[in-house]
């Protein structure tokens, strides 16, 4: 399957290394600066295959080459509207959180897909760890009973050296703060265990430490689900000195899972009234990962390129990726207003949130 890159910044690594491991034919990397790509190709030893062309523009690239899949890894600002041509000239996507940035990008990116058959992933990559895989089965099997609660902490570290990397961080416009490009992963994990039918949410974000950015560095929120169960949010990137953790719980009648470590790579906890002895396997169980990013990436694009080849929904498709940005933008939402917010939402963007600090 013919494969392009579209942004060579800090994720790309993880999306070249899942198109080297799944086999994908690497036709062509994009980026508007060239040293980025050179840089990419060079640490994965791609930069002496002359069959690997390189691009400045995106649009030039589909025109020349005959592309099936790309990745969309640019800043988040940019990733509707890449996305959106893409779908238009019939190229497959996987496209890194957040999928849009507003509600109405979202929308576009799911109706011109299924109209035009083409399959969309949300790059929720840590759906497919392999904790997270367990506390999904055990969810799936019933072995929780009636839901209670459950939360999402991710307390991670980024000091003033990350964002003055790339000038687009911590905007309204290109990025979101804490919550859209830090906690989303998190937040996606929480809406897809607790049932992805929200009635309310209340949220309250901050900007404590990081007075150089326009966005939040810290937010707090409670939802309502439709179902009765009630998920908590905290996400900060104020943590001293370094990243923390990014720790899941789910709370029922009959089981209580904690995931932990650095990004919902391990089992801290693992209790249920119908253990089994399979279930000590589960208990202790860590995952190594070279980067907080964990190793999803591959298992997500082995997932879509089979989605591609069997015609079926990605394991994690557009309208995941929607009800993630969703989620955040709600909790925007509800800052801006002072009040709860319903979803779910018509419209908002977070855009909207300009001068917010």
């Given at each position: 399957m013919k494969y392009a890159l579209i942004g060579c910044g800090r994720i790309?690594?993880?999306?070249?290394?899942?198109?080297?491991?799944?086999?994908?034919e690497l036709i062509a990397v994009c980026d508007i600066v060239p040293e980025q790509m050179e840089e990419l190709l060079e640490k994965h030893g791609l930069q002496e295959q002359n069959t690997i062309k390189r691009y400045m523009d995106y649009k030039q690239m589909l025109r020349e080459n005959k592309i099936e899949l790309v990745g969309i890894a640019t800043e988040s600002g940019k990733h509707a509207e890449i996305a959106l041509y893409c779908i238009e000239k019939g190229?497959?996507?996987?496209?890194e959180k957040p999928m849009a940035m507003s509600i109405s990008d979202a929308d576009?990116?799911?109706?011109?897909?299924?109209?035009?058959?083409?399959k969309v992933s949300a790059c929720h990559q840590n759906r497919f760890n392999v904790a997270i895989q367990e506390m999904r089965r055990a969810l799936e099997a019933g072995r929780f009973g009636k839901l209670s609660h459950g939360s999402i902490?991710?307390?991670?570290?980024?000091?003033?050296?990350?964002?003055?990397?790339?000038?687009?961080?911590?905007?309204?416009?290109?990025?979101?703060?804490?919550?859209?490009?830090q906690c989303i992963h998190g937040i996606d994990l929480l809406r897809w265990m607790l049932g992805s039918e929200i009635d309310e949410v209340y949220g309250v974000t901050r900007q404590q430490f990081h007075h150089y950015l326009e966005a939040e560095d810290v937010g707090v929120a409670v939802v309502?689900?439709?179902?009765?169960?009630?998920?908590?949010?905290?996400g900060t990137t104020n943590v001293y000195p370094r990243n923390l953790e990014e720790t899941l719980y789910l709370f029922g009648e009959k089981g209580t899972v904690k995931i932990g470590g650095k990004s919902t790579n391990n089992i801290d906890v693992w209790?249920?009234?119908?253990?089994?002895?399979?279930?000590?396997?589960?208990?202790?169980l860590v995952e190594e990962t070279s980067n907080v990013y964990g190793n999803g990436h591959t298992s997500l694009y082995q997932d879509m390129i089979s989605a591609i080849n069997e015609n079926r929904?990605?394991?994690?498709?557009?309208?995941?990726g929607k009800d993630a940005l969703e989620l955040v933008l709600a909790i925007y939402k509800s800052q801006k207003e002072g009040r709860a917010v319903k979803i779910p939402m018509e419209h908002f963007a977070s855009t909207d949130m300009q001068g917010e600090f």
């Open positions: 790309a690594t993880n999306h070249i290394k899942a198109a080297v491991n799944n086999n994908l190229v497959h996507c996987i496209i576009q990116i799911i109706e011109l897909s299924e109209k035009m058959g083409i902490h991710v307390r991670w570290n980024r000091n003033e050296e990350y964002y003055t990397q790339a000038p687009w961080r911590g905007t309204w416009a290109q990025d979101g703060g804490a919550l859209m490009n309502k689900f439709k179902n009765g169960t009630v998920g908590t949010i905290e209790d249920f009234a119908d253990e089994t002895e399979a279930d000590t396997h589960n208990k202790g929904t990605p394991y994690v498709d557009a309208h995941a």
